[in-house]
């Protein structure tokens, strides 16, 4: 197990120097790497943000506003694997171990023609994974049941895989953690964790809304592969207390906790 801490990308413009405070705190980071970002750094900036987090796990999360990898829309698909490809060539300058991306899946826009859209969607996922040997973690978003991601990882090499947020389930999932489990098991290479009040997606710390996290850590508890935590609040003092609730609440964890990071 490996414990990141999310960058904005409004904070790797402005104050990189975040990637520094968590690498000091013993975390690694997963930036989040908008159309701005993509934008606005050269791939020197790109490895000069590498440097920062030396010896430090780093994930890369890829942009997805106005963004839809199985969009019908030519020039929308065009657009979207244009930036995947982009995010593609950062995460090599900064030896990103995973790519998160979005799906664009939403059930009420796109199950009216969902096997179309899913071709255009798997199509978009085998050509990244044909220009990136790492890994690449598809995220639950607006999914209410594991379906979807499992047509994806059944259909794509095993270097692909999910990244379940906690937060998105506890505000759009129907079904218990237990079958998210049952259905993507081992190729489950990361989580987000974050908490919320089950409204909004706010982003909270951990234990300050309504994700049982309890329920949830003992399901991760049963995962044999290694994976990758990432405390996805949007301050650095929020990555902190959400940092505290993971020493405090999961024994199981104590000994991986503190071999990465500091008391």
Same mark, same amino acid.
């Given at each position: 197990?490996?414990?990141?801490?999310?960058?904005?990308?409004?904070?790797?413009?402005?104050?990189?120097?975040?990637?520094?405070?968590?690498?000091?705190?013993?975390?690694?980071?997963?930036?989040?790497?908008?159309?701005?970002?993509?934008?606005?750094?050269?791939?020197?900036?790109?490895?000069?943000?590498?440097?920062?987090?030396?010896?430090?796990?780093?994930?890369?999360?890829?942009?997805?506003?106005?963004?839809?990898?199985?969009?019908?829309?030519?020039?929308?698909?065009?657009?979207?694997?244009?930036?995947?490809?982009?995010?593609?060539? #950062?995460?090599?300058?900064?030896?990103?171990?995973?790519?998160?991306?979005?799906?664009?899946?939403?059930?009420?826009?796109?199950?009216?023609?969902?096997?179309?859209?899913?071709?255009? #969607?798997?199509?978009?996922?085998?050509?990244?994974?044909?220009?990136?040997?790492?890994?690449?973690?598809?995220?639950?978003?607006?999914?209410?049941?594991?379906?979807?991601?499992?047509?994806?990882?059944?259909?794509?090499?095993?270097? #692909?895989?999910?990244?379940?947020? #906690?937060?998105?389930?506890?505000?759009?999932?129907?079904?218990?953690a237990s079958d998210w489990f049952?259905?993507?098991?081992?190729?489950?290479?990361?989580?987000?964790?974050?908490?919320?009040?089950?409204?909004?997606?706010?982003?909270?710390?951990?234990?300050?809304?309504?994700?049982?996290?309890?329920?949830?850590?003992?399901?991760?508890?049963?995962?044999?592969?290694?994976?990758?935590?990432?405390?996805?609040?949007?301050?650095?003092?929020?990555?902190?207390?959400?940092?505290?609730?993971?020493?405090?609440?999961?024994?199981?964890?104590?000994?991986?906790?503190?071999?990465?990071?500091?008391?």
């Amino acid at each position: 197990m490996k414990l990141v801490a999310h960058v904005p990308g409004r904070e790797i413009l402005k104050n990189p120097q975040l990637i520094e405070q968590f690498v000091n705190n013993g975390l690694g980071v997963e930036l989040q790497l908008t159309a701005e970002v993509l934008d606005s750094l050269t791939l020197k900036d790109f490895g000069k943000l590498r440097k920062l987090a030396e010896g430090a796990p780093l994930t890369v999360h890829a942009p997805f506003i106005d963004l839809n990898p199985g969009a019908l829309d030519p020039y929308v698909l065009k657009a979207t694997r244009d930036r995947f490809f982009e995010t593609v060539t #950062a995460a090599k300058i900064l030896n990103a171990e995973v790519i998160v991306f979005h799906t664009g899946y939403h059930p009420q826009k796109v199950d009216p023609f969902y096997n179309s859209w899913f071709k255009r #969607a798997l199509e978009t996922f085998h050509r990244v994974t044909e220009e990136w040997e790492g890994r690449i973690a598809l995220e639950n978003v607006f999914d209410r049941n594991p379906e979807n991601l499992k047509n994806f990882i059944e259909n794509l090499p095993g270097r #692909a895989g999910v990244c379940l947020d #906690a937060g998105h389930m506890n505000l759009f999932s129907e079904v218990p953690a237990s079958d998210w489990f049952d259905s993507l098991g081992e190729r489950i290479y990361e989580f987000h964790l974050h908490d919320n009040s089950g409204t909004q997606d706010s982003h909270l710390p951990m234990g300050m809304g309504t994700v049982n996290y309890p329920e949830l850590f003992s399901q991760m508890e049963k995962l044999k592969q290694e994976y990758i935590l990432n405390l996805e609040n949007k301050s650095y003092e929020d990555v902190l207390k959400s940092l505290e609730y993971l020493r405090r609440n999961f024994k199981w964890r104590e000994r991986s906790l503190s071999t990465q990071t500091k008391s």
